[in-house]
């Protein structure tokens, strides 16, 4: 099973960012899917979370407002718009799927990282 992560890059303070995450692998809408990124130094921390049926979403406080998780069920694929991008949002973004019907419960996939990098 993979996730596929992409659109990472440098971008001015100011300006913004889409980030993909696909997963061809697996029956995609079992899945909450979630963003976390880790800061150099730093834990890794949730960005966003979006449910299975994309239903309902959270945000860590530091990018409420600024970013937008969504997914498309057809695409297998899970999306992080970020705009209003600030240096202190320079990190290796990660996409996470974590099992929400029972049958894959428990069950959890990472993928393997994009860099994100606003320069201050």
């Known amino acids: 099973v993979q996730l596929v992560e992409s659109g990472g890059g440098l971008v001015q303070a100011g300006g913004s960012l889409r980030l993909s995450c696909a997963a061809p692998g697996f029956t995609f809408s079992y899945y909450d899917m979630s963003w976390y990124r880790q800061a150099p130094g730093k834990e890794r921390e949730l960005v966003a979370t979006?449910?299975?049926?994309?239903?309902?979403?959270n945000y860590a406080d530091s990018v409420k407002g600024r970013f937008t998780i969504s997914r498309d069920n057809y695409k297998r694929t899970v999306y992080l718009q970020m705009n209003s991008l600030k240096p202190e949002d320079t990190a290796v973004y990660y996409c996470?799927?974590?099992?929400?019907?029972?049958?894959?419960?428990?069950?959890?996939?990472w993928g393997q990282g994009t860099q994100v990098t606003v320069p201050s």
């Open positions: 979006i449910t299975s049926a994309g239903g309902s979403t």
């Open positions: 996470k799927a974590m099992g929400a019907v029972p049958v894959v419960r428990g069950v959890v996939y």
